[in-house]
C-alpha cells in the first residue's frame, strides 16, 4: 500500500518561512519523481516544484515561475521523504499543498492527502 503523508503546513505571516515534509511509504522510493502541488479556493491545481528520481540523468528540480528563488524542493533518500522549504511566503501562496508522486517508467500517480499553508498580511 502506498501512502504520502504531508506535515509542516500552517498558518504564517507574509515574508515567513514553512517547509512541508512528505513521507513516503510502500514504494521503492528511488524510482519516484516527486512533486508538490497546490490548490487554492476558486483555482485549478498547479505544479509547485518538482524534483527528479536520483536514477534520472540529470537529477533535476523545476518550479513555478511564482515560486523560483523562494521555494527549494528536496528529497532524503534515507528517510524515503521530499520536502518543500518556503521562504519568503506570499499571501498569494495560501492554498492546499500536495505531494505527488510518478513512477519513473510505469507513469502512475500517487497523492498525500494535502496539508493547508495560509499566509496573512
Known amino acids: 500500500q502506498v501512502q504520502l503523508v504531508e506535515s509542516g503546513g500552517g498558518l504564517v505571516q507574509a515574508g515567513g518561512s514553512l517547509r512541508l515534509s512528505c513521507a513516503a511509504s510502500?514504494?521503492?522510493?528511488?524510482?519516484?519523481?516527486m512533486s508538490w502541488y497546490r490548490q487554492a479556493p476558486g483555482k485549478e491545481r498547479e505544479l509547485v516544484a518538482s524534483i527528479s528520481s536520483p536514477s534520472s540523468p540529470g537529477g533535476s528540480t523545476n518550479y513555478a515561475d511564482s515560486v523560483k528563488g523562494r521555494f527549494t524542493v528536496s528529497r532524503d533518500a534515507a528517510k524515503k521523504s521530499v520536502y518543500l522549504q518556503m521562504n519568503s511566503l506570499k499571501t498569494e501562496d495560501t492554498a492546499v499543498y500536495s505531494c505527488n508522486a510518478v513512477h519513473v517508467l510505469r507513469r502512475t500517480e500517487y497523492w498525500g492527502q494535502g496539508t493547508q499553508v495560509t499566509v496573512s498580511s
Open positions: 510502500g514504494l521503492t522510493f528511488s524510482i519516484y519523481a
